[in-house]
């Protein structure tokens, strides 16, 4: 079946370590997508992909950086800059434009 | 930029009918999404309204007005299943990116 998987389902991390979130998918979209969702709050854009080697930063980048070396994969490093990690982190995929995004279920990364 | 406005919280009867609305103010336009997302999952694609009109789905219906700025989602026959948060997002002209409101969160009562 075609989809998209997130990995870890959940993942704690220490003070001062980086941690990397997975997403694959086998969909053959272009567009790849990362969000993050707090209690109470809509999804808001980490960073995005058109293309493979190609990514933009979205609204709330700073302290998550990632790579795009492949068409199927987009993981997202949590970096120790980030000071308020704890979140639902959801990726998705699309099409392109007017397309809908397609989501993951989703990684709960939590502080020790 | 984009600004998007949905009720917090609704709470309807089983087999009623529930609207929920949508207001935008973006600097683009190019379609309206509506998502269900279920606690603790991922969110499902269940409209896409880029011309104004109703789209009806099953018991759903998406209903949009460009010049309002304005959209809803309508069940009928609501079921317990339908208890879940429904998030409305908005593309801009050309891009890729989607603008998601906070979500209504529905719950359905006997």
């Known amino acids: 079946d075609g989809g998209i998987t997130q990995s870890p389902k959940y993942l704690f991390r220490k003070e001062g370590q980086n941690v990397t979130l997975s997403c694959e998918q086998n969909?053959?979209?272009?567009?790849m997508y990362w969000y993050r969702q707090d209690p109470g709050q809509g999804l808001r854009l980490i960073y995005y992909?058109?293309?493979?080697?190609?990514?933009q930063k979205g609204d709330i980048a700073e302290g998550y950086s990632v790579s795009r070396e492949k068409k199927e994969s987009f993981p997202l490093t949590v970096t120790s800059a980030q000071k308020n990690p704890t979140a639902f982190y959801l990726c998705a995929s699309g099409q392109g434009v007017g397309q809908p995004q397609h989501f993951g279920d989703g990684t709960r990364l939590s502080i020790l | 930029g984009q600004n998007i406005d949905q009720p917090t919280e609704m709470t309807a009867t089983e087999g009623a009918i529930v609207q929920i609305n949508c207001t935008y103010q973006t600097s683009g336009f190019n379609g309206l999404f509506w998502y269900q997302q279920h606690a603790g999952e991922a969110p499902t694609f269940l409209s896409y309204?880029?011309?104004?009109g109703l789209e009806e789905k099953g018991r759903f219906s998406s209903f949009l007005s460009r010049s309002k700025g304005y959209s809803y989602l309508l069940l009928k026959e609501l079921q317990m299943k339908d208890s879940a948060s429904y998030l409305c997002a908005v593309t801009g002209a050309g891009s890729y990116q989607l603008t998601f409101g906070k979500g209504t969160k529905l719950s359905v009562i006997p």
């Open positions: 309204n880029v011309l104004d």
């Open positions: 969909l053959n979209h272009d567009a």
């Open positions: 992909s058109q293309i493979v080697n190609d990514f």
